[in-house]
Protein backbone atom coordinates (compact mmCIF):
# COMPACT_ATOMS: atom_id res chain seq x y z
CA UNK A 1 0.00 0.00 0.00
CA UNK A 2 1.37 3.56 -1.14
CA UNK A 3 1.17 6.04 1.36
CA UNK A 4 1.65 9.98 0.99
CA UNK A 5 3.68 10.34 4.61
CA UNK A 6 3.46 7.95 7.48
CA UNK A 7 0.45 9.36 9.71
CA UNK A 8 -2.41 7.36 9.62
CA UNK A 9 -5.39 7.66 11.68
CA UNK A 10 -5.54 5.33 14.50
CA UNK A 11 -8.82 2.76 14.87
CA UNK A 12 -11.74 4.49 17.39
CA UNK A 13 -10.63 8.08 17.38
CA UNK A 14 -12.95 10.16 14.84
CA UNK A 15 -13.82 6.90 12.35
CA UNK A 16 -17.27 5.97 13.03
CA UNK A 17 -18.47 8.77 10.40
CA UNK A 18 -17.58 8.47 6.84
CA UNK A 19 -17.80 12.43 6.29
CA UNK A 20 -15.32 12.47 9.37
CA UNK A 21 -12.80 10.17 8.16
CA UNK A 22 -13.12 12.00 4.59
CA UNK A 23 -12.57 15.61 6.67
CA UNK A 24 -9.22 13.73 8.46
CA UNK A 25 -8.30 12.86 4.89
CA UNK A 26 -8.88 16.03 3.24
CA UNK A 27 -6.82 17.93 6.21
CA UNK A 28 -4.04 15.72 5.76
CA UNK A 29 -3.84 12.17 7.11
CA UNK A 30 -2.60 9.81 4.61
CA UNK A 31 -4.64 6.81 5.43
CA UNK A 32 -7.32 6.35 8.08
CA UNK A 33 -8.40 3.02 9.71
CA UNK A 34 -12.11 2.58 10.61
CA UNK A 35 -13.44 2.42 14.33
CA UNK A 36 -13.24 -1.78 14.99
CA UNK A 37 -16.43 -3.16 13.03
CA UNK A 38 -17.94 -6.17 14.51
CA UNK A 39 -20.29 -8.88 13.35
CA UNK A 40 -23.59 -7.16 14.99
CA UNK A 41 -24.73 -3.99 16.33
CA UNK A 42 -23.46 -3.18 19.37
CA UNK A 43 -24.49 -0.26 21.64
CA UNK A 44 -20.73 -0.25 23.88
CA UNK A 45 -20.58 1.00 27.30
CA UNK A 46 -22.68 3.46 28.87
CA UNK A 47 -20.98 6.87 29.73
CA UNK A 48 -18.77 7.48 31.37
CA UNK A 49 -16.73 6.07 28.71
CA UNK A 50 -13.76 8.04 28.58
CA UNK A 51 -11.80 10.02 31.58
CA UNK A 52 -9.59 12.09 30.98
CA UNK A 53 -5.92 12.55 32.78
CA UNK A 54 -4.19 14.99 31.68
CA UNK A 55 -2.93 14.68 28.07
CA UNK A 56 -3.72 10.79 28.62
CA UNK A 57 -7.41 9.23 28.37
CA UNK A 58 -8.64 6.33 29.50
CA UNK A 59 -11.43 5.03 27.25
CA UNK A 60 -14.40 2.06 27.61
CA UNK A 61 -16.03 2.67 24.88
CA UNK A 62 -16.84 -0.68 24.73
CA UNK A 63 -16.75 -1.29 20.86
CA UNK A 64 -19.40 -0.10 20.43
CA UNK A 65 -20.42 -0.05 16.51
CA UNK A 66 -23.28 -0.38 13.75
CA UNK A 67 -22.27 -4.28 13.00
CA UNK A 68 -20.96 -5.08 9.43
CA UNK A 69 -24.20 -5.01 7.42
CA UNK A 70 -24.47 -1.09 8.52
CA UNK A 71 -20.96 -0.14 7.82
CA UNK A 72 -21.02 0.09 4.15
CA UNK A 73 -22.03 3.32 3.16
CA UNK A 74 -19.69 4.66 5.93
CA UNK A 75 -16.38 3.52 3.83
CA UNK A 76 -17.97 4.69 0.28
CA UNK A 77 -18.28 7.91 2.12
CA UNK A 78 -14.95 8.29 3.22
CA UNK A 79 -13.62 7.04 -0.01
CA UNK A 80 -14.93 10.32 -1.67
CA UNK A 81 -11.29 11.25 -1.42
CA UNK A 82 -9.02 8.94 -3.12
CA UNK A 83 -6.66 7.76 -0.15
CA UNK A 84 -6.77 4.47 1.43
CA UNK A 85 -9.53 3.52 3.83
CA UNK A 86 -8.02 0.85 6.66
CA UNK A 87 -11.10 -1.64 7.89
CA UNK A 88 -10.83 -2.33 11.33
CA UNK A 89 -12.58 -5.94 12.68
CA UNK A 90 -12.96 -7.60 15.61
CA UNK A 91 -14.26 -10.83 16.24
CA UNK A 92 -13.94 -13.77 18.41
CA UNK A 93 -13.05 -16.48 16.13
CA UNK A 94 -11.06 -17.24 13.03
CA UNK A 95 -14.20 -17.67 11.20
CA UNK A 96 -15.90 -14.55 12.30
CA UNK A 97 -12.55 -12.43 11.57
CA UNK A 98 -12.60 -13.72 8.30
CA UNK A 99 -16.18 -13.12 7.08
CA UNK A 100 -16.13 -9.37 8.32
CA UNK A 101 -12.53 -9.06 6.36
CA UNK A 102 -14.04 -9.87 2.56
CA UNK A 103 -16.98 -7.68 4.25
CA UNK A 104 -14.63 -5.24 4.88
CA UNK A 105 -12.90 -5.76 0.82
CA UNK A 106 -15.99 -6.16 -0.72
CA UNK A 107 -17.02 -2.54 0.89
CA UNK A 108 -13.58 -0.72 -0.89
CA UNK A 109 -11.36 -1.10 2.39
CA UNK A 110 -7.98 -0.77 1.05
CA UNK A 111 -6.18 -2.96 3.52
CA UNK A 112 -7.30 -4.90 6.87
CA UNK A 113 -6.41 -4.30 10.19
CA UNK A 114 -7.48 -7.10 12.62
CA UNK A 115 -8.02 -5.79 16.13
CA UNK A 116 -6.67 -8.70 18.55
CA UNK A 117 -5.93 -5.88 21.50
CA UNK A 118 -8.56 -4.39 22.80
CA UNK A 119 -8.42 -4.35 26.74
CA UNK A 120 -11.55 -3.93 27.94
CA UNK A 121 -14.70 -6.20 26.52
CA UNK A 122 -14.98 -9.51 27.57
CA UNK A 123 -14.31 -12.44 24.59
CA UNK A 124 -12.56 -9.83 22.02
CA UNK A 125 -9.81 -8.25 21.91
CA UNK A 126 -6.95 -8.82 24.18
CA UNK A 127 -8.25 -12.08 25.01
CA UNK A 128 -8.04 -13.25 21.74
CA UNK A 129 -4.50 -11.65 20.95
CA UNK A 130 -3.10 -13.10 23.96
CA UNK A 131 -3.36 -16.39 22.78
CA UNK A 132 -0.54 -17.24 20.16
CA UNK A 133 -2.48 -20.16 18.44
CA UNK A 134 -5.64 -18.48 17.58
CA UNK A 135 -3.71 -15.24 16.77
CA UNK A 136 -2.10 -17.14 14.20
CA UNK A 137 -5.38 -19.21 12.84
CA UNK A 138 -7.35 -15.87 12.62
CA UNK A 139 -4.57 -14.41 10.58
CA UNK A 140 -4.13 -17.35 8.59
CA UNK A 141 -7.33 -17.60 7.89
CA UNK A 142 -7.72 -14.28 7.00
CA UNK A 143 -4.97 -14.47 4.50
CA UNK A 144 -6.02 -16.71 2.36
CA UNK A 145 -9.70 -15.10 2.40
CA UNK A 146 -8.84 -11.44 0.97
CA UNK A 147 -6.47 -10.66 -1.42
CA UNK A 148 -6.16 -6.51 0.38
CA UNK A 149 -3.25 -6.38 2.60
CA UNK A 150 -3.47 -7.58 6.27
CA UNK A 151 -2.67 -5.86 9.17
CA UNK A 152 -2.22 -7.21 12.77
CA UNK A 153 -2.80 -4.85 15.80
CA UNK A 154 -1.33 -6.06 18.77
CA UNK A 155 -2.02 -5.79 22.99
CA UNK A 156 0.95 -4.58 25.29
CA UNK A 157 -1.08 -6.57 27.62
CA UNK A 158 1.18 -9.61 27.36
CA UNK A 159 3.97 -11.20 29.29
CA UNK A 160 6.09 -11.35 25.41
CA UNK A 161 4.65 -9.34 22.90
CA UNK A 162 7.45 -11.07 20.25
CA UNK A 163 6.02 -14.47 20.86
CA UNK A 164 2.34 -12.92 19.97
CA UNK A 165 4.13 -10.96 16.87
CA UNK A 166 5.95 -14.59 15.62
CA UNK A 167 2.29 -16.18 15.88
CA UNK A 168 1.15 -13.40 13.40
CA UNK A 169 4.25 -13.89 11.15
CA UNK A 170 1.65 -14.23 7.94
CA UNK A 171 0.19 -10.79 8.18
CA UNK A 172 1.46 -8.27 5.72
CA UNK A 173 2.50 -5.60 8.66
CA UNK A 174 2.06 -5.31 12.81
CA UNK A 175 0.41 -2.48 14.70
CA UNK A 176 2.13 -2.44 17.55
CA UNK A 177 0.43 -1.55 20.38
CA UNK A 178 -3.02 -0.95 21.52
CA UNK A 179 -4.00 0.99 24.72
CA UNK A 180 -2.51 -0.02 28.41
CA UNK A 181 -5.45 -2.15 30.79
CA UNK A 182 -6.07 0.43 33.63
CA UNK A 183 -8.47 1.80 36.45
CA UNK A 184 -8.80 5.24 37.59
CA UNK A 185 -10.74 5.76 40.63
CA UNK A 186 -12.25 8.98 41.53
CA UNK A 187 -11.76 9.49 45.43
CA UNK A 188 -14.79 11.84 46.10
CA UNK A 189 -17.07 9.62 44.44
CA UNK A 190 -15.40 6.65 45.50
CA UNK A 191 -15.90 4.35 42.37
CA UNK A 192 -14.14 4.02 39.23
CA UNK A 193 -14.83 6.69 37.00
CA UNK A 194 -15.43 4.28 33.58
CA UNK A 195 -18.67 2.99 33.83
CA UNK A 196 -16.89 -0.41 32.69
CA UNK A 197 -13.93 0.19 35.80
CA UNK A 198 -11.50 -0.92 33.14
CA UNK A 199 -10.17 1.01 30.11
CA UNK A 200 -7.36 1.29 27.94
CA UNK A 201 -5.01 3.83 28.65
CA UNK A 202 -3.80 6.08 25.54
CA UNK A 203 -1.78 9.27 24.85
CA UNK A 204 1.99 10.10 25.93
CA UNK A 205 1.95 8.10 29.09
CA UNK A 206 2.06 5.04 26.81
CA UNK A 207 4.53 5.97 24.01
CA UNK A 208 7.81 4.35 25.52
CA UNK A 209 5.78 1.11 26.31
CA UNK A 210 4.66 1.73 22.19
CA UNK A 211 8.46 2.25 21.23
CA UNK A 212 10.00 -0.71 23.49
CA UNK A 213 7.48 -2.93 21.81
CA UNK A 214 8.38 -1.68 18.40
CA UNK A 215 12.24 -2.19 19.05
CA UNK A 216 11.74 -5.33 20.05
CA UNK A 217 9.33 -6.97 17.47
CA UNK A 218 11.89 -5.27 14.74
CA UNK A 219 15.23 -7.11 16.35
CA UNK A 220 13.49 -10.03 16.60
CA UNK A 221 11.47 -10.55 13.61
CA UNK A 222 11.57 -9.01 9.89
CA UNK A 223 8.09 -7.90 9.95
CA UNK A 224 6.77 -4.89 9.14
CA UNK A 225 5.79 -2.46 11.77
CA UNK A 226 3.32 0.54 12.43
CA UNK A 227 4.51 2.28 15.68
CA UNK A 228 1.14 3.32 17.69
CA UNK A 229 0.53 4.69 21.03
CA UNK A 230 1.02 8.48 22.41
CA UNK A 231 2.42 9.77 19.14
CA UNK A 232 2.23 13.83 19.38
CA UNK A 233 4.50 15.37 17.76
CA UNK A 234 7.60 14.76 14.73
CA UNK A 235 9.90 13.71 17.50
CA UNK A 236 7.60 10.71 18.75
CA UNK A 237 7.23 9.74 14.84
CA UNK A 238 10.78 9.80 14.44
CA UNK A 239 11.46 8.06 17.80
CA UNK A 240 9.04 5.05 16.51
CA UNK A 241 10.65 4.88 12.71
CA UNK A 242 13.83 4.61 14.66
CA UNK A 243 12.42 1.70 16.67
CA UNK A 244 12.13 0.07 13.49
CA UNK A 245 8.12 1.76 12.48
CA UNK A 246 7.73 1.94 8.71
CA UNK A 247 4.77 4.20 9.73
CA UNK A 248 2.76 5.38 12.58
CA UNK A 249 -0.95 5.47 13.88
CA UNK A 250 -2.04 8.68 15.77
CA UNK A 251 -4.96 8.84 17.82
CA UNK A 252 -5.53 10.46 21.63
CA UNK A 253 -3.14 13.75 20.16
CA UNK A 254 -6.18 14.73 18.43
CA UNK A 255 -8.01 15.66 21.83
CA UNK A 256 -5.59 18.48 22.27
CA UNK A 257 -3.86 19.45 18.78
CA UNK A 258 -7.47 18.74 16.99
CA UNK A 259 -7.32 17.69 13.54
CA UNK A 260 -4.42 19.64 12.19
CA UNK A 261 -2.27 17.39 13.91
CA UNK A 262 -1.13 15.31 10.51
CA UNK A 263 -0.50 18.37 8.23
CA UNK A 264 1.48 20.18 11.54
CA UNK A 265 3.71 16.85 11.72
CA UNK A 266 3.92 16.06 8.13
CA UNK A 267 5.70 19.42 7.66
CA UNK A 268 7.93 19.24 10.84
CA UNK A 269 8.91 15.76 9.74
CA UNK A 270 9.99 17.44 6.72
CA UNK A 271 12.33 19.88 8.37
CA UNK A 272 14.02 17.93 10.49
CA UNK A 273 15.63 15.65 7.69
CA UNK A 274 16.79 18.80 5.83
CA UNK A 275 18.14 19.73 9.16
CA UNK A 276 19.85 16.34 9.21
CA UNK A 277 20.55 15.88 5.83
CA UNK A 278 18.84 12.70 5.09
CA UNK A 279 17.59 12.19 1.98
CA UNK A 280 14.40 9.74 2.80
CA UNK A 281 12.52 8.00 5.50
CA UNK A 282 14.26 4.78 5.16
CA UNK A 283 17.56 5.83 6.38
CA UNK A 284 15.56 6.49 9.32
CA UNK A 285 13.91 3.14 9.90
CA UNK A 286 15.54 0.99 12.56
CA UNK A 287 17.99 3.26 12.92
CA UNK A 288 18.08 4.13 16.71
CA UNK A 289 18.00 0.38 17.82
CA UNK A 290 21.13 -0.91 18.92
CA UNK A 291 23.01 -3.55 17.11
CA UNK B 1 -13.32 15.08 36.99
CA UNK B 2 -14.53 18.38 39.42
CA UNK B 3 -16.81 18.04 42.09
CA UNK B 4 -18.61 20.96 44.21
CA UNK B 5 -21.55 21.50 46.63
CA UNK B 6 -24.67 21.85 45.71
CA UNK B 7 -25.65 25.16 46.81
CA UNK B 8 -29.05 25.86 46.02
CA UNK B 9 -31.88 24.38 43.94
CA UNK B 10 -34.13 26.46 42.01
CA UNK B 11 -37.94 24.55 40.55
CA UNK B 12 -38.26 26.14 37.19
CA UNK B 13 -41.06 23.87 36.03
CA UNK B 14 -42.51 20.10 36.69
CA UNK B 15 -39.58 19.14 34.68
CA UNK B 16 -36.51 21.44 35.00
CA UNK B 17 -34.56 22.55 38.08
CA UNK B 18 -31.73 24.92 38.16
CA UNK B 19 -28.59 23.66 40.33
CA UNK B 20 -25.84 26.24 41.31
CA UNK B 21 -22.19 25.67 42.44
CA UNK B 22 -19.60 27.25 43.45
CA UNK B 23 -16.68 26.51 40.31
CA UNK B 24 -13.37 29.07 40.03
CA UNK B 25 -13.51 29.09 36.19
CA UNK B 26 -13.63 31.37 33.90
CA UNK B 27 -16.79 30.07 31.24
CA UNK B 28 -17.66 31.83 28.35
CA UNK B 29 -22.03 31.56 27.31
CA UNK B 30 -22.86 28.62 24.70
CA UNK B 31 -20.45 26.49 26.64
CA UNK B 32 -20.69 23.02 28.20
CA UNK B 33 -20.26 20.48 31.15
CA UNK B 34 -19.86 16.51 30.80
CA UNK B 35 -21.78 16.13 33.91
CA UNK B 36 -21.48 12.73 35.83
CA UNK B 37 -24.04 10.60 38.01
CA UNK B 38 -22.29 8.30 39.16
CA UNK B 39 -23.45 4.84 38.71
CA UNK B 40 -25.85 6.01 36.19
CA UNK B 41 -24.31 8.21 33.12
CA UNK B 42 -22.85 11.07 31.94
CA UNK B 43 -24.67 13.67 30.08
CA UNK B 44 -23.51 17.19 28.32
CA UNK B 45 -24.94 19.95 29.99
CA UNK B 46 -24.48 23.90 28.97
CA UNK B 47 -23.95 26.02 31.76
CA UNK B 48 -26.72 28.52 32.23
CA UNK B 49 -25.45 31.08 34.87
CA UNK B 50 -21.67 31.63 34.63
CA UNK B 51 -20.55 34.12 36.92
CA UNK B 52 -18.70 33.37 40.14
CA UNK B 53 -21.35 30.99 41.13
CA UNK B 54 -22.16 28.59 38.08
CA UNK B 55 -25.36 26.89 37.83
CA UNK B 56 -26.60 23.86 34.77
CA UNK B 57 -30.49 24.07 34.14
CA UNK B 58 -31.58 20.44 33.50
CA UNK B 59 -34.67 18.88 32.21
CA UNK B 60 -35.63 15.57 33.03
CA UNK B 61 -35.53 13.38 29.82
CA UNK B 62 -34.15 10.54 31.34
CA UNK B 63 -31.90 8.65 33.42
CA UNK B 64 -28.64 10.60 34.12
CA UNK B 65 -30.89 13.95 33.78
CA UNK B 66 -33.45 12.39 36.22
CA UNK B 67 -30.64 11.41 38.74
CA UNK B 68 -29.30 14.91 38.50
CA UNK B 69 -32.30 17.07 39.07
CA UNK B 70 -32.82 14.62 42.84
CA UNK B 71 -29.87 16.38 43.67
CA UNK B 72 -30.24 17.95 46.65
CA UNK B 73 -28.08 21.34 48.62
CA UNK B 74 -25.02 20.09 49.99
CA UNK B 75 -24.93 17.06 47.71
CA UNK B 76 -21.99 17.01 45.63
CA UNK B 77 -21.73 16.94 41.34
CA UNK B 78 -19.34 15.89 39.23
CA UNK B 79 -18.44 17.26 36.11
CA UNK B 80 -15.53 17.80 33.16
CA UNK B 81 -15.26 20.68 31.44
CA UNK B 82 -15.69 23.53 30.04
CA UNK B 83 -15.54 22.42 26.79
CA UNK B 84 -16.89 24.09 23.47
CA UNK B 85 -16.73 26.99 20.99
CA UNK B 86 -18.98 29.80 22.80
CA UNK B 87 -21.09 32.07 20.86
CA UNK B 88 -19.15 35.24 19.62
CA UNK B 89 -20.47 38.24 22.10
CA UNK B 90 -21.88 41.04 20.17
CA UNK B 91 -22.40 44.58 21.19
CA UNK B 92 -25.44 45.90 19.94
CA UNK B 93 -28.87 44.66 19.66
CA UNK B 94 -29.49 40.63 19.88
CA UNK B 95 -32.33 37.81 19.42
CA UNK B 96 -32.16 34.76 21.60
CA UNK B 97 -34.26 31.77 19.71
CA UNK B 98 -34.50 29.12 22.30
CA UNK B 99 -36.20 25.48 22.17
CA UNK B 100 -37.66 23.81 25.32
CA UNK B 101 -33.99 23.36 27.47
CA UNK B 102 -32.31 25.09 24.56
CA UNK B 103 -32.96 27.99 26.66
CA UNK B 104 -30.26 27.16 29.28
CA UNK B 105 -27.00 27.96 26.94
CA UNK B 106 -28.85 31.32 25.64
CA UNK B 107 -29.84 32.45 29.74
CA UNK B 108 -26.13 33.88 30.09
CA UNK B 109 -26.62 36.20 27.17
CA UNK B 110 -29.69 37.76 28.59
CA UNK B 111 -29.31 41.55 29.27
CA UNK B 112 -31.19 44.86 28.27
CA UNK B 113 -30.37 44.41 24.23
CA UNK B 114 -31.67 41.21 23.90
CA UNK B 115 -35.15 39.93 22.75
CA UNK B 116 -36.09 36.80 23.37
CA UNK B 117 -37.76 34.69 21.85
CA UNK B 118 -39.03 30.81 23.38
CA UNK B 119 -40.48 28.41 21.89
CA UNK B 120 -41.99 25.60 24.20
CA UNK B 121 -44.40 22.64 23.73
CA UNK B 122 -46.37 23.77 26.79
CA UNK B 123 -47.10 26.91 29.09
CA UNK B 124 -45.59 24.63 31.93
CA UNK B 125 -42.34 24.29 29.70
CA UNK B 126 -41.55 28.06 29.51
CA UNK B 127 -38.45 28.85 30.98
CA UNK B 128 -36.39 32.35 31.79
CA UNK B 129 -39.32 34.46 30.50
CA UNK B 130 -39.32 36.99 33.28
CA UNK B 131 -35.70 37.63 32.61
CA UNK B 132 -35.93 39.58 29.53
CA UNK B 133 -36.85 43.56 29.67
CA UNK B 134 -40.90 43.67 29.94
CA UNK B 135 -41.72 44.08 26.14
CA UNK B 136 -38.47 42.46 25.14
CA UNK B 137 -40.26 38.66 24.82
CA UNK B 138 -42.11 36.45 22.78
CA UNK B 139 -43.61 32.95 23.43
CA UNK B 140 -44.67 30.47 21.41
CA UNK B 141 -46.11 27.10 22.49
CA UNK B 142 -47.26 23.90 20.37
CA UNK B 143 -50.44 23.77 22.38
CA UNK B 144 -51.44 27.30 22.25
CA UNK B 145 -51.79 27.43 26.11
CA UNK B 146 -49.81 30.62 26.20
CA UNK B 147 -48.40 32.94 23.72
CA UNK B 148 -48.46 32.25 19.87
CA UNK B 149 -49.92 28.56 19.03
CA UNK B 150 -47.29 27.19 16.48
CA UNK B 151 -43.44 26.59 16.79
CA UNK B 152 -40.63 28.65 16.70
CA UNK B 153 -41.26 30.12 13.04
CA UNK B 154 -45.18 31.16 14.03
CA UNK B 155 -42.93 33.99 16.43
CA UNK B 156 -40.79 35.21 13.73
CA UNK B 157 -43.13 35.58 11.49
CA UNK B 158 -44.09 39.64 12.02
CA UNK B 159 -40.45 40.21 13.55
CA UNK B 160 -38.09 41.96 11.64
CA UNK B 161 -35.06 39.54 11.78
CA UNK B 162 -32.47 42.37 10.07
CA UNK B 163 -32.72 44.97 13.30
CA UNK B 164 -30.67 42.58 15.11
CA UNK B 165 -26.91 42.45 15.41
CA UNK B 166 -26.82 39.18 16.18
CA UNK B 167 -29.71 36.04 16.42
CA UNK B 168 -28.41 33.49 18.65
CA UNK B 169 -30.31 29.95 18.85
CA UNK B 170 -30.62 27.06 20.47
CA UNK B 171 -33.41 23.83 20.42
CA UNK B 172 -33.58 20.23 19.17
CA UNK B 173 -31.89 19.84 15.57
CA UNK B 174 -35.54 19.65 13.60
CA UNK B 175 -35.89 23.38 14.93
CA UNK B 176 -32.71 24.37 14.11
CA UNK B 177 -32.72 23.35 10.51
CA UNK B 178 -35.90 25.43 10.06
CA UNK B 179 -34.68 27.96 11.44
CA UNK B 180 -31.52 27.90 9.23
CA UNK B 181 -33.55 27.44 6.27
CA UNK B 182 -35.97 30.70 6.79
CA UNK B 183 -32.86 32.64 8.31
CA UNK B 184 -30.78 31.57 5.26
CA UNK B 185 -32.72 33.93 2.69
CA UNK B 186 -32.36 36.61 5.28
CA UNK B 187 -28.83 37.28 5.25
CA UNK B 188 -28.52 38.14 8.92
CA UNK B 189 -25.94 37.22 11.54
CA UNK B 190 -26.73 34.25 13.50
CA UNK B 191 -25.26 31.15 15.62
CA UNK B 192 -27.05 28.20 16.05
CA UNK B 193 -25.63 25.98 18.88
CA UNK B 194 -26.54 22.38 18.51
CA UNK B 195 -26.94 19.42 20.84
CA UNK B 196 -26.26 15.36 19.25
CA UNK B 197 -25.16 12.66 21.07
CA UNK B 198 -22.11 13.16 23.21
CA UNK B 199 -20.39 10.37 24.65
CA UNK B 200 -16.47 11.64 25.37
CA UNK B 201 -16.56 15.73 24.69
CA UNK B 202 -13.42 15.60 23.96
CA UNK B 203 -13.27 15.40 20.27
CA UNK B 204 -11.94 11.75 20.06
CA UNK B 205 -15.38 9.88 19.57
CA UNK B 206 -17.22 10.82 16.15
CA UNK B 207 -20.33 10.32 17.97
CA UNK B 208 -21.30 14.20 18.25
CA UNK B 209 -19.62 14.79 14.35
CA UNK B 210 -21.66 16.64 11.74
CA UNK B 211 -19.92 16.54 7.79
CA UNK B 212 -16.73 15.86 10.04
CA UNK B 213 -17.01 18.94 12.38
CA UNK B 214 -17.14 18.07 16.08
CA UNK B 215 -20.19 20.01 18.46
CA UNK B 216 -18.14 19.28 21.09
CA UNK B 217 -14.67 20.83 19.84
CA UNK B 218 -15.94 22.89 16.99
CA UNK B 219 -19.26 23.79 18.38
CA UNK B 220 -21.58 23.14 19.82
CA UNK B 221 -22.19 26.85 18.21
CA UNK B 222 -22.14 27.53 14.08
CA UNK B 223 -22.10 30.55 12.24
CA UNK B 224 -25.12 30.53 9.28
CA UNK B 225 -21.92 30.24 6.88
CA UNK B 226 -20.37 26.66 8.28
CA UNK B 227 -23.79 25.17 8.59
CA UNK B 228 -24.34 25.79 4.65
CA UNK B 229 -21.95 22.99 3.88
CA UNK B 230 -23.01 19.93 6.17
CA UNK B 231 -25.68 18.33 4.19
CA UNK B 232 -25.84 15.57 7.74
CA UNK B 233 -27.34 18.81 9.32
CA UNK B 234 -31.54 18.19 9.45
CA UNK B 235 -30.90 15.30 7.98
CA UNK B 236 -28.62 12.19 9.06
CA UNK B 237 -27.15 11.34 12.25
CA UNK B 238 -25.20 8.33 14.51
CA UNK B 239 -27.05 6.33 16.79
CA UNK B 240 -25.47 5.48 20.05
CA UNK B 241 -24.39 2.18 18.03
CA UNK B 242 -23.12 4.57 15.42
CA UNK B 243 -26.00 3.60 13.09
CA UNK B 244 -26.95 6.16 10.57
CA UNK B 245 -30.41 7.16 10.79
CA UNK B 246 -32.97 10.06 9.58
CA UNK B 247 -32.64 12.73 12.30
CA UNK B 248 -36.44 12.74 13.03
C1 LIG C 1 -23.89 20.76 24.06
C2 LIG C 1 -25.15 20.27 24.74
C3 LIG C 1 -25.68 21.03 25.75
C4 LIG C 1 -26.85 20.61 26.42
N1 LIG C 1 -27.33 21.39 27.40
C5 LIG C 1 -28.43 21.01 28.07
C6 LIG C 1 -28.95 21.81 29.14
O1 LIG C 1 -28.38 22.86 29.47
N2 LIG C 1 -30.06 21.38 29.77
C7 LIG C 1 -30.69 20.21 29.42
O2 LIG C 1 -31.70 19.89 30.04
N3 LIG C 1 -30.24 19.43 28.41
C8 LIG C 1 -29.12 19.79 27.73
N4 LIG C 1 -28.63 18.99 26.72
C9 LIG C 1 -29.34 17.73 26.40
C10 LIG C 1 -28.98 16.64 27.39
O3 LIG C 1 -27.61 16.32 27.30
C11 LIG C 1 -29.84 15.38 27.14
O4 LIG C 1 -31.12 15.71 27.47
C12 LIG C 1 -29.36 14.23 27.98
O5 LIG C 1 -28.31 13.57 27.30
C13 LIG C 1 -30.43 13.27 28.36
O6 LIG C 1 -29.82 12.15 29.03
P1 LIG C 1 -30.60 11.14 29.92
O7 LIG C 1 -29.71 10.02 30.30
O8 LIG C 1 -31.26 11.83 31.02
O9 LIG C 1 -31.69 10.67 28.96
P2 LIG C 1 -31.71 9.57 27.80
O10 LIG C 1 -32.52 10.18 26.74
O11 LIG C 1 -32.19 8.28 28.36
O12 LIG C 1 -30.23 9.37 27.33
C14 LIG C 1 -29.64 10.26 26.43
C15 LIG C 1 -29.27 9.56 25.15
O13 LIG C 1 -28.18 8.69 25.39
C16 LIG C 1 -28.35 7.48 24.74
N5 LIG C 1 -27.89 6.41 25.65
C17 LIG C 1 -27.41 6.58 26.90
N6 LIG C 1 -27.00 5.41 27.40
C18 LIG C 1 -27.22 4.46 26.48
C19 LIG C 1 -27.02 3.05 26.41
N7 LIG C 1 -26.48 2.35 27.39
N8 LIG C 1 -27.41 2.40 25.31
C20 LIG C 1 -27.96 3.08 24.29
N9 LIG C 1 -28.17 4.40 24.29
C21 LIG C 1 -27.80 5.10 25.36
C22 LIG C 1 -29.76 7.40 24.31
O14 LIG C 1 -29.75 7.16 22.91
C23 LIG C 1 -30.38 8.75 24.58
O15 LIG C 1 -30.78 9.38 23.39
C24 LIG C 1 -27.49 19.40 26.04
C25 LIG C 1 -26.95 18.63 25.01
C26 LIG C 1 -25.79 19.05 24.35
C27 LIG C 1 -25.22 18.22 23.25
C1 LIG D 1 -11.50 6.54 22.39
C2 LIG D 1 -10.64 5.45 21.84
C3 LIG D 1 -11.22 4.42 21.12
C4 LIG D 1 -10.45 3.40 20.58
N1 LIG D 1 -11.04 2.41 19.85
C5 LIG D 1 -10.28 1.46 19.25
C6 LIG D 1 -10.88 0.48 18.41
O1 LIG D 1 -12.10 0.46 18.16
N2 LIG D 1 -10.06 -0.44 17.83
C7 LIG D 1 -8.70 -0.45 18.03
O2 LIG D 1 -8.02 -1.29 17.45
N3 LIG D 1 -8.12 0.47 18.83
C8 LIG D 1 -8.87 1.42 19.44
N4 LIG D 1 -8.27 2.37 20.24
C9 LIG D 1 -6.81 2.33 20.43
C10 LIG D 1 -6.09 3.28 19.48
O3 LIG D 1 -6.30 2.92 18.13
C11 LIG D 1 -4.59 3.31 19.76
O4 LIG D 1 -4.05 2.03 19.57
C12 LIG D 1 -4.26 3.76 21.18
O5 LIG D 1 -5.14 4.78 21.58
C13 LIG D 1 -2.82 4.26 21.33
O6 LIG D 1 -2.53 5.35 20.47
P1 LIG D 1 -2.66 6.90 20.95
O7 LIG D 1 -1.89 7.05 22.21
O8 LIG D 1 -2.11 7.69 19.79
O9 LIG D 1 -4.10 7.14 21.14
C14 LIG D 1 -9.04 3.40 20.80
C15 LIG D 1 -8.46 4.43 21.52
C16 LIG D 1 -9.23 5.46 22.05
C17 LIG D 1 -8.57 6.56 22.82
S1 LIG E 1 -18.47 13.80 21.94
FE1 LIG E 1 -16.84 12.57 21.31
S2 LIG E 1 -16.15 13.60 19.53
FE2 LIG E 1 -17.64 14.93 20.34
Redesign the pocket.
Known sequence: MQLESPLILASGILDENGYTMRRILEEGAAAVVTKSIGSTER?????PVVAELGENLLNAIGLSNPGIEHFADEISIAKGIRKPVIGSIFGASAEEFSTLASKMESYGADAIELNLSCPHVKGFGSEVGSDPDLVEEIVTEVKAKVSVPVFAKLTPNVTDIVKIAKAAEKADALVLINTVKAIHIDIYARRPTLSNAYGGLSGPAIKPIGVRAVYDVYRETSKEIIGCGGISNFEDVIEYMMAGARAVEVGTALKTAGRAIFDNIKTDIIRFMEAEGLDGIQEIIGAGVKR | MIHADIIRKEKLSPT?STLYFHWDADVKPGQ?VMVWAPG??E??????HIGKEKA???????????M?IKLEPGQKVYFRGPY?RPFSVVKGKTLLIGGG??M??LHPLINRNAFGLIAARTREEILFMNEFESGKVRVTTDDGSFGIKGNVLAGLKDLDVDAFDMIYACGPEIMLYNLYKYLKEKKVNAEL??????KCGVGVCDS?SINGFQ??RD??TFTMDQLQYMNEFGTEKL???GTRVNVH
Open positions: PGFTP | VFTGIPMSLSFTVKNYGPTSDLGSGASSLERLMCLCGPTFS
